[in-house]
């Protein structure tokens, strides 16, 4: 199939999408966003098709004439939805791939590491731990499978949880520094003096990019996003208190607050098999992609004030801006 000249189609327009597609668009790279409304805030330029990513024919339509894709898309943070959309959509991401010809930037999460003491890298075992993680292990095989046949050309891009200017759905959004920006007190469901990685929203854009532009020994395989040294939950609120000009105020929730609260809130009661990824230190190791590319991430320094800011200037969650732990958005 021909490819438009440099087009690129991104799935989901949360914030690692959205950071994506301001990234190509600063640089002229002709962008078509694909999700299943169109975005009231779209960029003047870009090119919007709607899709549906749980159905095959729209996929197809939204890949076709793309020379590159970049698949930015989450579902609701409940395991029946995981169980039935995630498997349904990598199938037709597969497939959608596989027909174009296009090569595929799948920004992904950790979770198929489950529970480790180590810094997670790249060659650490798929876990079937849990429901969560075991669905998405479930679908890290599925384009490996694709991969190993020689039917896609993929490359996954894990990262933690993530931060940034305008990132609500976060530890650290509307929980956490979106708070503390307004003197208020900032909501810490994870353990408050655990270090605890955390990718910036834009670095993760900029890992996307260089994949873009990556020859393709660099697809069929998983790459980590460069993060800042990991500070505990503690030292990151600070940081953006320090920032605002306000002294920091937490409340913490004790673990067994959050089991009470999950017989009463479904989403309490998804977060509690995510206790693994915040109640041990928390590190990434992205050394595999500091020796091919690049690892000056942006320091949390730099990184919190900046999403002080936004969080000062918007006060309210924006849609564009609604995301998941996970770094995806809904598609």
């Not at 020379?67 to 939805?81: D, K, W």
């Not at 990598?90 to 791939?97: D, E, F, G, Y």
Request: glycine share 6%; charged share 20%; with cysteine.
């Amino acid at each position: 199939m021909a490819h438009t000249e440099n087009l690129v189609t991104v799935f989901g327009y949360g914030p690692t999408g959205a950071a994506t597609v301001e990234a190509l668009r600063a640089r002229g790279t002709p962008v078509r966003l694909v999700q299943r409304k169109r975005p009231a805030s779209l960029p003047a330029g870009v090119e919007f098709t709607a899709c549906d990513v749980l159905k095959p024919e729209d996929v197809k339509r939204a890949m076709s004439g793309a020379s590159q894709v970049v698949v930015a898309i989450g579902f609701e943070y409940l395991t029946p939805v995981w169980r039935a959309a995630w498997p349904k959509a990598m199938t037709a991401l597969i497939a959608a791939a596989e027909a174009a010809n296009t090569r595929v930037v799948f920004i992904d999460n950790m979770y198929m590491y489950g529970p480790q003491d180590v810094a997670l890298h790249e060659d650490l075992p798929l876990a079937d731990y849990g429901r969560k993680p075991a669905v998405r292990s479930a679908v890290t095989r599925m384009w490996q499978q694709a991969a190993r046949e020689g039917r896609v050309r993929w490359a996954a891009l894990r990262a933690p949880d993530f931060y940034g200017p305008g990132v609500r759905n976060s530890h650290m959004g509307d929980s956490g520094l979106a708070p503390v920006a307004q003197g208020k007190a900032a909501q810490v469901l994870m353990t408050p003096d655990m270090p605890h990685a955390f990718a910036y929203v834009p670095d993760i854009a900029r890992a996307v990019v260089t994949l873009l532009d990556a020859p393709d020994d660099a697809f069929n395989q998983t790459w980590h996003v460069p993060c800042a040294k990991a500070k505990s939950p503690r030292e990151m609120l600070q940081i953006g208190a320090d920032a605002a000009g306000v002294k920091l105020k937490m409340m913490v929730m004790p673990s067994p607050m959050l089991r009470l609260l999950g017989l009463f809130a479904p989403m309490m009661r998804e977060l509690i098999e995510m206790r693994f990824t915040w109640n041990r230190p928390y590190h990434v190791d992205a050394t595999k992609f500091a020796r091919r590319f690049w690892s000056d991430a942006t320091p949390l320094e730099v990184g919190i004030p900046a999403a002080v800011r936004s969080y000062r200037a918007e006060p309210a969650s924006s849609p564009i801006t609604s995301g998941g732990h996970a770094p995806a958005a809904a598609s």
